[in-house]
């Protein structure tokens, strides 16, 4: 089945031998009948030509950014958001440098930093500029910011020398495309809710029990599921943090707020409950704000098990029901603990001691702990990255 029919890809050209192959790119994505739009750098006008590209794409190539007939027609802004994705092919060491550090001097930069869109880019250059530490340390950002990368491959060069840094054959290129549509696809038809952030419980209308999460890795599972297709509803605790339009946003406060509307979005095929809910709340809240005193005694009720109770509710439970633990020791011991006593899938658990990870940091080392006895670590990475792993991990669960 063709899963790229009519899609909208624009195609950046950058500077490099391999820039040639974007020809047969373009000539291969148009056979699979996708709509183009092309962006060449200057260098790359060196390689090959304007005409010769809107010659294979039907389609008006886009160079200099400060062009008033290209702006007239069609800003930056308004070229990144009308492609349903970015290919950058060739990207070269420079691309790939001002990407990561965030430059934006011509019309490829600035449409790639100003996209709403998944940005896939094939890499060609010299072995030892792929080396480099500085192109690792790049890419390596990148990766970081939802960039695909594809390839390179080791081979014979343009220079002579042979090694990593061939840029992938067009053929493997359109494949990797057609395959990410295709998981959008098929994740389409499913239906994901992650719970994320803190709760407020309050003990006056200005004081309230509350926790440290910044809600940035339910944030982030958020927006991995839907990157990949997912029909995804985040429920948050307060937080100050941003989320993609096509995410299904709802705001709460306290746990009861958040597990009545966990209730209402529900069935699910996933329900991942990253948020740290308060455990307990303030029996009796008092109506007008407490004066000081010189002790206060409040006197406090579990709050309701979000988890343990859509885990173990039989005709509300989703298919995976996924459970996070924060602790500061013993964690294998309370996390297999928990994965019981909540009758989860699995547990994703971090030792919130070290302050380098967990609560506020964007970064994070976890372990998954499955019902059948198996645990698995991922070890330290950006919140995104580990996100990502977990969904790759639902994916392959629920397919």
């Not at 407020?200 to 004081?207: F, G, K, L, T």
Request: charge should be positive.
């Amino acid at each position: 089945m063709n899963n790229l029919k009519d899609k909208k890809i624009l195609l950046i050209i950058c500077g490099g031998v391999a820039a040639y192959k974007s020809l047969e790119v373009i000539r291969l994505l148009k056979k699979k009948g996708v709509i183009i739009k092309t962006i060449i750098t200057k260098s790359g006008a060196k390689f090959v030509t304007p005409l010769s590209i809107s010659s294979l794409s039907k389609s008006k190539v886009y160079q200099d950014l400060f062009d008033n007939e290209n702006e007239a027609e069609m800003d930056h802004i308004s070229l990144s958001r009308w492609a349903d994705l970015i290919l950058i092919a060739p990207a070269t060491a420079n691309t790939i440098s001002k990407l990561a550090n965030g430059n934006s001097d011509d019309l490829a930069s600035t449409v790639a930093l100003a996209s709403n869109k998944k940005i896939f880019i094939a890499p060609a250059m010299n072995v030892r500029m792929w080396d480099h530490q500085s192109t690792k340390q790049n890419t390596a950002k990148l990766k970081t910011y939802n960039y695909k990368l594809i390839g390179p491959e080791i081979g014979d060069m343009a220079c002579g020398e042979y090694g990593e840094g061939k840029m992938s054959e067009p053929i493997k290129i359109v494949d990797e495309l057609e395959n990410y549509f295709k998981s959008l696809k098929k994740n389409n038809r499913l239906k994901a809710i992650v719970t994320a952030g803190p709760t407020n419980e309050y003990i006056d209308p200005v004081r309230f029990i509350t926790n440290k999460s910044s809600g940035k890795q339910g944030y982030e599972i958020a927006k991995s599921l839907s990157n990949k297709g997912f029909d995804t509803t985040l429920i948050s605790g307060p937080t100050n943090l941003e989320i993609n339009d096509n995410i299904r946003l709802i705001k709460v406060e306290t746990a009861e707020e958040m597990f009545q509307i966990t209730l209402k979005n529900l069935p699910a095929d996933v329900a991942i409950f990253s948020a740290a809910v308060s455990d307990y709340k303030v029996k009796n809240i008092y109506k007008e704000k407490i004066k000081k005193q010189d002790n206060l005694n409040l006197e406090l009720e579990k709050n309701v098990d979000i988890l343990n109770y859509i885990s173990n509710h039989n005709s509300l439970r989703p298919k995976l029901v996924i459970g996070f633990a924060a602790e500061t020791k013993n964690l294998e011991k309370y996390a297999t603990q928990k994965l019981v006593e909540k009758n989860c899938d699995w547990i994703v658990a971090n030792d919130v001691s070290n302050k380098k990870i967990g609560f506020d940091s964007d970064f994070n080392e976890v372990s998954i702990f499955y019902k059948n006895n198996i645990s698995e670590k991922l070890k330290y990475k950006s919140k995104f990255e580990i996100s990502d792993e977990i969904t790759e991990k639902i994916i392959n669960h629920l397919n």
